[in-house]
């Protein structure tokens, strides 16, 4: 069974940083590309960040604008989100999900997520 | 940029036919996928590259796309559908996702 359980998210101050893991089981990591998609509260899916299965490809929403960096370790099956300059918006339940490829295919096992709160 | 536009809510009767719509220049010309995504629940993917089901997903739903607008239909709609519906694609390495419906079954 795929499994996706996301974690690292809290509760952070104004220009904080904090660091997303997800833990994959279940399928062969190192096959697929995964990414990060979140959603505001009451608000609809944004995604964020999406990497390929080796590492080759990297892509970004344009509105991150280089705070958050994606990475992943195919050696512990886990994706991570490095999230700096933590703006009061960038508050939402952030999701990891899967991808037959790093871009071009839907997501299609999705994580519970993990609720990041931005906030002074 | 490519925006994706999704009516805010669709209403549809018990055992009626729903359609939401997802309309974006020449979107028939790209992969969609569709999501349902139920309160306090992760996204679940219902259609992928238009017109496919993944594994479990009932044959109640289908997909087309075709010149400006992309198509998820629920058929025989039960109160379990009832839940938002997003849209999604790829463009230029960028994942766009629809504004999302709101889908009551009355």
């Known amino acids: 069974e795929v499994q996706l359980v996301e974690s690292g998210g809290g509760l952070v101050k104004p220009g904080g940083s904090l660091r997303l893991s997800c833990a994959a089981s279940?399928?062969?990591?190192?096959?697929?590309?995964m990414s990060w998609v979140r959603q505001a509260p009451g608000k609809g899916l944004e995604w964020v960040s999406s990497?390929?299965?080796?590492?080759?490809?990297?892509y970004y929403a344009d509105s991150l604008k280089g705070r958050f960096t994606i990475s992943r370790d195919n050696a512990k099956n886990s994706l991570y989100l490095q999230m700096n300059s933590l703006r009061v918006e960038d508050t939402a339940v952030y999701y990891c999900?899967?991808?037959?490829?790093?871009?071009?295919?839907?997501?299609?096992?999705w994580g519970q997520g993990t609720l990041v709160t931005v906030s002074s | 940029s490519y925006e994706l536009t999704q009516p805010l809510s669709v209403s549809v009767a018990l055992g009626q036919t729903a359609r939401i719509t997802c309309g974006a220049n020449?979107?028939?010309?790209?992969?969609v996928h569709w999501y349902q995504q139920k309160p306090g629940q992760a996204p679940v993917l219902v259609i992928y590259?238009?017109?496919n089901r993944p594994s479990g997903i009932p044959e109640r739903f289908s997909g087309s796309n075709s010149g400006n607008t992309a198509t998820l239909t629920i058929s025989r709609a039960q109160a379990g559908d009832e839940a938002g519906y997003y849209c999604?694609?790829?463009?230029?390495?960028?994942?766009?996702f629809g504004g999302g419906t709101k889908l009551t079954v009355l």
């Open positions: 999604q694609l790829w463009d230029s390495n960028t994942a766009l």
């Open positions: 590259r238009d017109s």
């Open positions: 279940g399928f062969t990591f190192s096959n697929y590309g």
């Open positions: 990497i390929s299965s080796s590492s080759t490809f990297i």
């Open positions: 999900a899967r991808s037959p490829s790093s871009s071009g295919d839907g997501f299609d096992y």
């Open positions: 020449n979107i028939g010309s790209k992969n």
